[in-house]
């Protein structure tokens, strides 16, 4: 069943959702537990464009693109360091390049997500309703 | 003079002055308040850049993260460096606000404040045949 943040979600944020993830997989190995999508949020910005669209032939032309979305993500790590926060930074700057649409990455350690400054507050609500990736 | 370019240089004294804020701030360790002052020397470094192209801008510094990767990194007008310090930073702040300050580790602000100030200084470089006319 698909949830109420992927229901909202567009070609171009699959697609960067996607590319992120795929990337982080790669370059983590290891050191990544899970990605989860937290919020989606729509901006006040004009449609960007998305490099990676399907481009088609048909004289009918394409529907204009949706404006451009945030798109918050868990990425929960079983370690935190500074390679791992670069490979975090450089596959959010990729895919928001690539695609037009702002991933924007909230990394934890598991035991980060344990502490009850997170679990007691709004952060924690949130991680209770978030979703897998696309 | 236009006023945008005001709004550009003033943007850019802005960004000076809370990277330097974040370095005093890191040298005595304090390093939730020196990645918070890297942010907004990150953030004001943006939007002055955006203001100087006369590009729109904005209040909500997603969409100056959008607008900054269009319009700056997008045109090659500055390295990709400075793109990925935009975002490090923007991360920085938000991982502290929603966890707290332990996800701030020494190794990781000075990185972030360096990557802010190799950002700030492509700005100055760029920028400066724009803004030096400005009064």
Known sequence: MVGALRKVLKGR????????????????GGALS????????????????????????????????????????????????VLADAAIDQAAFEASRKHGA???????????????EVT??????????????? | ???TLRLARTLLWRAQEALEDATLLLEQNRLPGAALRAREAAVAAARSHLAALEQPT???????????L??????????????????????????????GREPLYRARVEALRN??????????????PRLDAVE
């Open chain 1, 13 to 28: 944020d699959v697609r960067a959702l996607r590319a992120f993830g795929e990337q982080l997989e790669a370059s983590l």
């Open chain 1, 34 to 81: 899970r990605l989860a999508l937290l919020e989606v949020r729509r901006l006040e910005l004009e449609p960007l464009p998305d490099h990676t669209a399907e481009a088609t032939s048909s004289s009918v032309p394409p529907p204009p693109p949706p404006p451009p979305t945030e798109l918050v993500v868990l990425v929960e790590l079983t370690r935190r360091d």
């Open chain 1, 102 to 116: 702002l991933l924007s990455p909230v990394a934890a350690t598991e035991r980060e997500l344990r502490s009850p």
């Open chain 1, 120 to 134: 007691a507050g709004a952060f924690g609500q949130r991680l209770a309703n978030a979703e897998p990736l696309p």
């Open chain 2, 1 to 3: 003079m236009s006023e």
């Open chain 2, 58 to 68: 904005s209040e909500d510094e997603a969409e100056i993260a959008l607008l900054y």
């Open chain 2, 70 to 99: 269009q319009h700056v990194i997008g045109t090659e007008q500055v390295s990709e460096a400075c793109g990925l310090a935009l975002l490090a930073a923007l991360r920085a702040a938000r991982e502290e606000r929603v966890l």
């Open chain 2, 115 to 128: 990557a802010v100030a190799q950002l700030l200084t492509e700005t100055e470089i760029v920028l400066a």
